[in-house]
């Protein structure tokens, strides 16, 4: 198993540009989360899913979208990006199911907007 | 909503020493309770949870205990290496059945001198 994998690894934006961040997991674990980690914040919840066609916003929501079309696939979309927003973004898997609650998370995406 | 503080935000010690690193919650019907290891440049990996029902967890040098009244929970590494070199996080969650969201601790850096 690859387990979660995300792309790209690094990227540069530009102010008001959008962009989508892709992230895959093969375990077939129902959950899935985005967060984002800035530096002595730790790890901030953007948004999660807890199945196929179900999404929910979560600590940090604004100027990002998610959708949920397949169990493997949760990508992050980012609208008009902002300064605010450069920050390495992880995603996230869990299964939830038989009290198993470990999350595995992805290497990460390093984004900066300028 | 919830909150957790994490202390401290950095830590050095002999390689062979002990390391404790204490987190608090605010909370009470948080249940569930990670801790996560991130090596540079990596996603974030769990190395030990503990469970509302339970006062400790202890796999080989690393151990958690929890305190439900003070809504406290630590984690003592024993006998450091300098491959526990890395950042730390504490998190919270509803755990099992829930939306398994985490709430994490601010991190801290572990540095073992050999």
């Known amino acids: 198993n690859a387990g979660v994998t995300q792309t790209p690894k690094f990227h540069i934006l530009k102010i008001g540009q959008s962009m989508t961040l892709q992230c895959t997991q093969d375990m077939n674990h129902n959950y899935m989360y985005w967060y984002r980690q800035d530096p002595g914040m730790g790890l901030k919840l953007i948004y999660y899913s807890v199945g196929a066609g179900i999404t929910d916003k979560g600590e940090v929501p604004n100027g990002y979208n998610v959708s949920r079309s397949t169990t493997e696939d949760f990508p992050l979309r980012l609208e008009l990006a902002a300064p605010s927003q450069t920050s390495v973004y992880f995603c996230?898997?869990?299964?939830?199911?038989?009290?198993?609650?470990?999350?595995?998370f992805g290497p990460g995406t390093r984004l900066t907007v300028l | 909503g919830e909150n957790v503080e994490q202390h401290p935000s950095t830590l050095s010690v002999q390689e062979g020493d002990s390391a404790v690193i204490k987190c608090t919650y605010s909370d009470s019907a948080s249940n569930y309770f990670p801790w996560y290891k991130q090596e540079l440049g990596k996603g974030p990996q769990l190395i030990i949870d503990?469970?509302?029902?339970?006062g400790e967890k202890k796999d080989q040098r690393i151990a958690v205990t929890l305190n439900k009244t003070a809504k406290h929970f630590s984690l003592h590494i024993t006998e450091t290496q300098p491959e526990d070199s890395a950042v730390y996080f504490c998190a919270a969650s509803h755990g099992s059945g829930n939306t398994g969201k985490l709430i994490f601790g601010q991190g801290t850096t572990l540095q073992v001198k050999p």
């Open positions: 996230a898997s869990r299964t939830g199911t038989g009290g198993l609650d470990e999350q595995f």
């Open positions: 503990i469970r509302s029902n339970v």
